[in-house]
């Protein structure tokens, strides 16, 4: 298939650029001197080649660098980097990872993804932006910071389909099962998603509720940060907004579109509860996500992130929707707190 052409200056428009990548890998890093260099540019998915094609007959092919179209690859800036010349810095940090580990000396790091520094790459930038986007909402300003540190990243280094965040260690691990999980800037910013909670209420998701509430806020937080990336580089999104993981659940999933999840799955309290927290929080986020359709995501996320403050680390649906309704009555008014009820209250939580 020939590779698409995009107008816009964020999309790769030289095969010559994908070829680099082989260049770039470095032998043991304590070899490698430090660059001074804190700004470079990368090539990512944004948030993952389904979205930005439309193409739900994309599949893994074993990591094949031409399973996926080079348009689909976009150049970014990487930001905030250390100087070390590694993909560290002060919003991520890819602390191990399968493969040599990504260094530059010339503020590039373009690879494919075949090449094992590609989903280093994507979990150093996804991690930035998914801190970045919560900076923009006004979070470590006018707001209390939220997980305002260096979140560490252990990419390709387990081998099962899955990914977790543990908070003990305060780490991200993302699995190499299927198509790689650090592929999908998705899966990314769902398991930063779970470390911003236990960044806001130590110990958060004690309760089958609570655990509910933490699976759907990192589905919602991953839509809401990738459409937020997308917009500010130009991609299109071609497949649904409220699919969560479009690219990652292509390895597992029959049926199209492609979802993991979904922010509009449709479910009900109680008649929909089931045993189990990702079943359980498509209750959650549904609610989440059209409290953004009404409100738009800048005022919809201030309320939503600021209202988890006060979760209680087993916090119930009703006792935490109460709260977030009362957090959009002290941010903005009863107008908006009308809206936030009616959310849940269509979800049959209030």
Not at 74 to 91: A, F, I, M, N
Not at 158 to 176: A, C
Not at 200 to 222: C, K, N, R, T
Not at 280 to 288: C, D, K, Y
């Amino acid at each position: 298939m020939a590779p698409k052409t995009w107008t816009t200056s964020a999309a790769l428009t030289a095969t010559v650029a994908l070829t680099l990548a082989t260049g770039l890998a470095a032998p043991a890093a304590s070899a490698k001197p430090p660059t001074g260099t804190t700004t470079a540019k990368a090539l990512v998915f944004i948030p993952n080649p389904v979205q930005s094609s439309g193409q739900e007959t994309l599949t893994d092919e074993k990591d094949s660098a031409t399973a996926v179209p080079r348009g689909e690859y976009y150049e970014v800036t990487l930001t905030d980097l250390d100087g070390s010349g590694y993909l560290r810095g002060t919003w991520a940090n890819v602390r191990s990872a399968t493969g040599t580990p990504a260094y530059s000396t010339d503020g590039t790091y373009f690879y494919n993804r075949h090449d094992d520094q590609f989903e280093q790459v994507m979990s150093y930038f996804w991690g930035t932006e998914a801190q970045k986007y919560l900076q923009s909402l006004g979070f470590g300003s006018e707001l209390p910071p939220v997980n305002a540190e260096s979140q560490d990243y252990k990419v390709d280094q387990y081998g099962l389909d899955n990914s977790f965040s543990r908070d003990k260690h305060d780490t991200i691990t993302l699995g190499k099962g299927g198509v790689d999980d650090a592929e999908d800037g998705e899966v990314i910013v769902h398991e930063t998603g779970h470390a911003v909670h236990d960044a806001q209420v130590p110990g958060f998701g004690s309760s089958l509720e609570a655990g509910s509430i933490g699976e759907a806020w990192g589905d919602y937080f991953s839509v809401t940060v990738g459409d937020w990336v997308a917009k500010k580089y130009g991609v299109p999104v071609k497949a649904p907004l409220a699919c969560v993981m479009d690219w990652d659940s292509t390895s597992y999933t029959s049926t199209t579109p492609h979802c993991l999840r979904r922010l509009d799955a449709g479910k009900h309290y109680p008649q929909d509860v089931a045993g189990e927290v990702h079943a359980n929080g498509e209750i959650w986020s549904q609610a989440l996500f059209q409290i953004r359709t009404a409100l738009g995501p800048g005022v919809a996320d201030r309320i939503i992130v600021n209202a988890q403050f006060g979760f209680a680390p087993d916090t119930s649906f009703a006792a935490a929707a109460r709260h977030t309704e009362a957090t959009a009555q002290s941010m903005y008014g009863a107008t908006q707190a009308a809206v936030v009820h009616k959310a849940f209250a269509d979800r049959g939580i209030l």
